[in-house]
Each structure stands twice: as C-alpha cells, then as structure tokens.
C-alpha cells in the first residue's frame, strides 16, 4: 500500500499524514470499496454531537460521490459511553437492509452484539477515538488504540472520519477530498481539543475551505445571519447554530434535520432548513 500511496498522493491533499499508518486501515478500505463497486447497502451510524454530526455528513457526501448506495442513523445518544445494542441493531440497522455498518464514535456494547450482525450478514467498520484494546471481530479504526503507531492520537470524531474518507480518495485517485475539510473544521473546533499537530491542519485549511465553501448548508446559514467574515466567534457561531435542541420534535430529529442540511444539493432545500432551525432555536447572532 505504501507504493500507491507514493504513487497518487498529490499535493491538494494534507501531506505527511498518511491515513494507512492507521491500524486497519487497508481492512476498512478494501471493505468499503466492494460495498460501493457491488451496490451494497451501506448504513452510516451516529449520535448527534456537532463532532459526529459532521463526520456522518461529510463520509455521506463522499459515498454518495462514489455512487455507493448508502443511508445512515442517528441515535438520540450524548456521553462518551455510547454502545450500539441489539434493539438498534434489529429495528433500524438490519430494517434498512444494511450490508455493511460504519459506525462514526459509537461501539458495540459487547461481541453479543456483534455476533448477532455477523447472523444478519453485516459487517462492521467502527470509527472512534479511546485508549483501548479491541476485543471485538470488526474492522477497528481507533489512532489510540494501544497498538495502533499512528502519531497523531488526539483526533475529533470527524477528523479521524477524515482519514478514513482520505484513504477512500487516495484509492479512487480523487483529487478534491480536502473540501470537506469545512465539515471537519467544525467537528474539530466543538471539541476544544488539542490544536497542535494534524488538529492544526484541520483548522488551518478547514477555516479555508469554510470561507470558500461550496456547501449549500453552510453558506444558507451564513447567509441567513449574515455572517460575512470567517473566524473564530463566526465559527463558534456555526456550531451552535447545528447544535441539536430538544423541542417540539426530538433532539434525533432534528440532528438528521442537520445533516439534510449539511448534505442536500438543492440551495431551496438549504433555506428552507435554515429558517426551520432558525425559527425552532430563536439563535440571534
């Protein structure tokens, strides 16, 4: 893998973090690609944080690129003890038909669970961020796993589906994959976690990209508040604004509500949800 990483790595992507130094990395590709080349079904999973929130958006938007036939889930989950149960798994996992689960910061709650995925015929790839050892048959992508000698270890949810869409580009010979960096941004950013290293790059670029966005979400909500210069309160500003409320309907709802937003391609579309957060929050910025 290291010869074609050298071979079609090009400058537009964040050099020197090569996401194949990531244990597993090659297993979580190599699954990834037959499940878009055979049209299986892919089911994207995750709680409805800021962080998670933007890296379901921005892998969805990269699959849907690839024309992989994919959908995803939210749960109504907050903390960092988050589990994927049976119930999950046979009311809306296996109810979508799902082959192949990508799970964004959320794990199984035991190998029960993931036994009853392998009796359903679904494979798993869980993407998270914790010192641990795996003990569980899945495709683990975890920079801070015990043995996992990727350097960078304090990444976001979203930064670390980054490197997992980053290894997807690089195999697909993509060219633009640090579009998506506006996503990331803000998944980094609502974290507050270290801002050195490869989280340096994130924000760096990230803010870039943010100000040049082609997102037709994020450019409704600078639109719709006016915000006319990008920094670090404007930001701030944007995560609070896609910050899930409980109300009328529930805090899962109106995350999926948020990732319409961050994923449509019909500008309407973007206004329309934009006001319905605006009107359901009352942000005033």
């Given at each position: ?52 929130l933007c890296g379901i958006a921005s892998l969805l938007l990269i699959l849907k690129y690839l024309n992989a036939d994919v959908e995803y889930l939210i749960d109504d989950i907050s903390g960092n ?197 605006k009107k359901g929050r009352l942000v005033q910025i």
């Amino acid at each position: 893998m290291s010869n074609l990483w050298e071979s079609i790595y090009h400058p537009d992507y964040i050099t020197g973090y090569n996401p194949f130094i990531i244990k597993n990395m090659n297993r979580a590709v190599d699954r990834m690609v037959a499940a878009i080349n055979h049209r299986e079904k892919i089911v994207i999973y995750g709680g409805c944080d800021v962080d998670s929130l933007c890296g379901i958006a921005s892998l969805l938007l990269i699959l849907k690129y690839l024309n992989a036939d994919v959908e995803y889930l939210i749960d109504d989950i907050s903390g960092n003890n988050n589990v994927i149960d049976s119930s999950t798994i046979k009311n809306s996992i296996d109810f979508l038909g799902a082959q192949l689960l990508i799970s964004v910061g959320v794990n199984f709650a035991s190998n029960d669970e993931v036994e009853l995925c392998k009796q359903l015929n679904i494979d798993s790839i869980v993407v998270e961020n914790k010192k641990t050892v795996n003990d569980k048959e899945i495709i683990y992508i975890n920079p801070s796993e015990r043995d996992c000698t990727y350097r960078y270890k304090d990444l976001s949810t979203s930064g670390i589906t980054f490197k997992l869409m980053q290894a997807i580009a690089i195999y697909y010979n993509m060219n633009r994959i640090n579009r998506y960096l506006d996503l990331i941004l803000l998944g980094t950013m609502c974290k507050e976690i270290n801002t050195q290293g490869e989280n340096r790059i994130f924000l760096k670029v990230g803010e870039k990209y943010l100000k040049a966005t082609d997102n037709y979400g994020l450019k409704a909500i600078m639109s719709s508040y006016k915000i006319n210069e990008i920094n670090k309160n404007s930001i701030w500003d944007i995560i609070r604004i896609l910050t899930p409320i409980s109300g009328v309907v529930s805090r899962r709802d109106n995350a999926r509500i948020v990732v319409e937003l961050l994923t449509t391609d019909d500008k309407d579309r973007a206004k329309q949800i934009v006001k319905y957060l605006k009107k359901g929050r009352l942000v005033q910025i």
